[in-house]
C-alpha cells in the first residue's frame, strides 16, 4: 500500500476532511426573524376577503422586491416550489384528462402536480447536451388533449424556453417554467422563471437562496395572478370578489408565514453573491477537468447564463472503461462527494408503473392511453444509468484551496481509474 494508491484502495485522500457544509444565513436574517418576533403578527394571512387575504406586511414586501428583481408584474408567494406548482395547475385550470408535458428528468413534484386536477403527466425525452426538455420531443407529444408544458431550467441551465413559447402560443398551450435550480440563470437576456405564463421558483432550504421552506410564482398576467392567489388561501370562499371566478377553484392553505418571507426578503438581497459563488465554483471545476478525454463539463446554449444548483459532469463510460459508479465511489472516498444519474426517469416510479395515483381504480390514468414502459425517454434513461456525475454545489462552504483539492482529487481517480 502506498500513500498515493487511490484512497478507495486504502491510500491517501485528497480531501480527508468533510467538505464542511454551507449556510447562508447569518446576523441579518436573524434580525429579520427577530423583529417579526417582537411585532408579534407569525402570518398575516387571513382567509376571507380582506386586505390580509393576500398577506401581511413581510410577505408583500418580499412579493414587491421579488417583482423588482426579476421584472414581473405579480410574485405570489407560497409556502413551497411544489405548492406553487400545484397552484399552477389550478390556475391554468387542468381538467380530468387534459395533458401537461414534462421531463422525465428532475423532482418528482414537477410531474406530481398535474395529477390531483386529474392531468396526465407525458414525458418528452431531454437534450443530450442541456438536460433540459428536448424540443423535438415535445413537438411529437403534443396533440388537441394537451394543455401544458412545464419546462425545468435543470441544474440552473436555461431549457429552450423562448422557442417553447413560440410553440405554446402556435398551439395555444401554456408553458409553466420551474424554476426551483435557476435563480438568475438568464436566456436571451431575460430571467428563467419570467418567460413562460408562470414561473416557480424554490426558497427551500437546499436551493442557491432560502427561507427554510418556501416558494415564489411569477406571472405577467392578472387573472393567472389571482387565481393563483385563490389558490394559495381557500380560494373557494371568497365570493364577494367578481373578477374572480371561484367555481372550478379548489383552495388550499399554501401561505407562507411571516418569519419566513421575512428571510426570505433578506436572503433576495443576497442573491447576486449567492448565485456568483455557485458559479464560480462550478466555473473552476468545470475548467479544471473539461477538457480530459471522455469527460464533459456542462453545456451552454449560446445567449444563456447557467447557475449551477447542480454541476452535472458527463461521463463516456465506454470511452473510460470504467463503470461511472466505480468511478464515483472512488470520487467520494476522495473527498470529492457526489452522486451518479440525478434521480430516475419519474415515469418509472410506482406511481405510473402501476398507474394508481388517487384513490384505487386507477384515476386519472384511466383517461388516458398513455404508456409509461421503459424506454419511453432513451436519452433520460442513458444520462440516468451511465452518464451523469453530479455534485450539489449549495451544499458546501468552498475555499479557492477546497476547488483546487476538488480538482486534484477528480484528476487522481481519472488517471488511476484502470486501478479500479
Ligand atoms: C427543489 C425542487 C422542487 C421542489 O421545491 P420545494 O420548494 O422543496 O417544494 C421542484 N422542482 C425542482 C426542479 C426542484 O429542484
Redesign the pocket.
Known amino acids: 500500500m502506498r500513500i498515493d494508491d487511490l484512497a478507495i484502495n486504502g491510500g491517501e485522500p485528497i480531501i480527508p476532511k468533510k467538505l464542511p457544509a454551507y449556510s447562508s444565513i447569518g446576523k441579518e436574517e436573524s434580525l429579520a426573524v427577530q423583529e417579526v418576533i417582537k411585532r408579534g403578527s407569525l402570518s398575516g394571512f387571513y382567509g376571507s376577503w380582506t386586505q390580509e387575504f393576500f398577506g401581511g406586511y413581510e410577505v408583500k414586501r418580499l412579493e414587491e422586491e421579488w417583482c423588482k428583481k426579476f421584472k414581473v408584474n405579480h410574485a405570489i408567494s407560497m409556502n413551497?416550489?411544489?405548492?406553487?406548482?400545484y397552484a399552477s395547475m389550478g390556475a391554468i385550470e387542468i381538467s380530468p384528462g387534459d395533458e401537461v408535458i414534462v421531463p422525465p428528468l428532475?423532482?418528482s413534484?414537477?410531474a406530481m402536480s398535474s395529477i390531483i386536477y386529474g392531468g396526465i403527466p407525458i414525458f418528452a425525452d431531454i437534450d443530450k447536451d442541456t438536460f433540459c426538455i428536448d424540443i423535438e420531443d415535445v413537438k411529437r407529444k403534443i396533440n388537441s388533449k394537451t394543455k401544458a408544458i412545464i419546462s425545468?431550467n435543470?441544474f440552473g441551465n436555461p431549457a429552450a424556453n423562448h422557442e417553447l413559447l413560440k410553440l405554446c402560443r402556435n398551439k395555444n398551450i401554456y408553458l409553466i417554467e420551474?424554476n426551483?435550480?435557476a435563480p438568475l440563470a438568464t436566456e436571451q437576456g431575460k430571467y428563467t422563471g419570467t418567460i413562460g405564463d408562470i414561473g416557480?421558483f424554490?426558497?427551500?432550504y437546499?436551493?442557491h437562496i432560502h427561507s427554510g421552506?418556501?416558494?415564489i410564482c411569477v406571472t405577467n398576467n392578472p387573472k393567472l395572478a389571482l387565481r393563483l392567489q385563490g389558490i394559495r388561501n381557500h380560494g373557494e370562499n371568497i365570493v364577494k370578489h367578481t373578477s374572480c371566478s371561484t367555481v372550478n377553484m379548489i383552495g388550499f392553505n399554501f401561505r407562507m408565514t411571516e418569519l419566513s418571507a421575512s428571510i426570505g426578503y433578506v436572503q433576495l438581497k443576497k442573491i447576486e453573491s449567492e448565485v456568483r459563488k455557485r458559479k464560480k465554483l462550478a466555473e473552476k471545476i468545470s475548467a479544471g477537468i473539461g477538457s480530459l478525454e471522455g469527460i464533459s463539463a456542462p453545456f451552454i446554449r449560446k445567449d444563456c447564463e447557467h447557475v449551477y444548483?447542480v454541476l452535472a459532469i458527463k461521463y463516456d463510460e465506454d470511452l473510460l472503461g470504467v463503470s461511472i459508479s466505480k468511478f464515483s465511489e472512488a470520487l467520494n472516498a476522495e473527498g470529492f462527494p457526489n452522486w451518479t444519474g440525478y434521480s430516475e426517469p419519474l415515469y418509472l416510479l410506482p406511481i405510473f408503473q402501476k398507474k394508481i395515483a388517487i384513490g384505487k381504480d386507477g384515476w386519472p390514468f384511466n383517461l388516458s392511453q398513455n404508456s409509461y414502459q421503459k424506454g419511453i425517454c432513451p436519452v433520460a434513461e442513458r444520462l440516468h444509468e451511465k452518464e451523469l456525475i453530479c455534485f450539489e454545489t449549495c451544499a458546501y462552504e468552498i475555499s479557492d484551496e477546497n476547488i483546487k483539492l476538488l480538482i486534484k482529487a477528480f484528476i487522481k481517480v481519472y488517471k488511476k481509474r484502470h486501478l479500479l
Not at 413551497?80 to 406548482?85: D, F, P, R
Request: charged share 10%.
Open positions: 413551497s416550489n411544489t405548492s406553487g406548482l428532475t423532482m413534484a414537477t425545468v435543470l420551474d426551483a435550480q416557480i424554490s426558497l427551500n437546499h436551493k421552506e418556501g416558494g444548483y
